[in-house]
């Protein structure tokens, strides 16, 4: 009898657990080990501090500081279209090369940048079979192919239209401009223009 009564109150609160578990959801992951990665020592915007005597925690910048994206007062540029904003540039602006130091070593800075923030996507070669891409057919996710770089359509497209991409984002692509400086996306440019001009002569691509 004893043990028959156990056996009765185990599985009477077993079936509590999970009945009290049943409809009941939650925005946290079952373990947080670190909640420090949640409750963050922080200030708002809008929130007092009794740090600063004007009790602002959101303080003006230093005379002379000015946006990333303002560094170069020309806006063909910082958006990769002519004047009018509608038309797209067709090569790489001449300053960009000039404050590179010439066309080689924004190709190789575009190389190294290319290589952190596109080639997980696009592959190391620019035919649209990065990692990213190729584990998906592993897990049997289905994940979209990447453009190929070597494709015609991509080939004749401005460059102005391409940094335009890497900035904005386009379908499945995020946006990079708070990741990557406008430099840095014109180097990538010339870089992926260097990768075409690699594989023109390749046999299977399309010239």
């Not at 946290?28 to 501090?49: A, D, F, K, W």
């Not at 910048?61 to 303002?70: L, N």
């Not at 066309?103 to 290319?114: C, H, K, N, S």
Request: with cysteine.
């Amino acid at each position: 009898m004893k043990r028959n009564f156990t056996c009765s109150a185990v599985v009477l609160l077993v079936g509590g657990l999970v009945a009290s578990c049943r409809g009941q959801t939650s925005t946290e992951s079952p373990l947080m080990p670190i909640r420090n990665m949640h409750r963050q020592q922080r200030y708002n915007p809008q929130q007092e501090s009794p740090f600063f005597e004007d009790q602002r925690t959101m303080r003006t910048p230093p005379e002379g500081t000015i946006a990333r994206e303002h560094f170069y007062p020309d806006e063909r540029v910082t958006k990769g279209t002519e004047a009018d904003g509608q038309t797209y540039l067709a090569t790489i602006p001449e300053e960009i090369q000039r404050s590179a130091g010439g066309a080689q070593p924004l190709v190789e800075r575009g190389r190294e940048r290319y290589n952190i923030f596109c080639a997980p996507c696009h592959g190391q070669s620019g035919h649209g079979d990065g990692m990213v891409w190729r584990r998906s057919q592993v897990t049997g996710f289905v994940y979209p192919k990447p453009p190929s770089f070597h494709e015609d359509r991509v080939r004749h497209v401005p460059d102005g239209q391409v940094f335009a991409t890497i900035t904005n984002g386009v379908r499945n692509m995020p946006s990079y401009a708070s990741q990557i400086p406008v430099h840095d996306r014109w180097a990538i440019v010339a870089y992926m223009r260097a990768l075409q001009i690699s594989q023109e002569n390749t046999p299977g691509v399309a010239p």
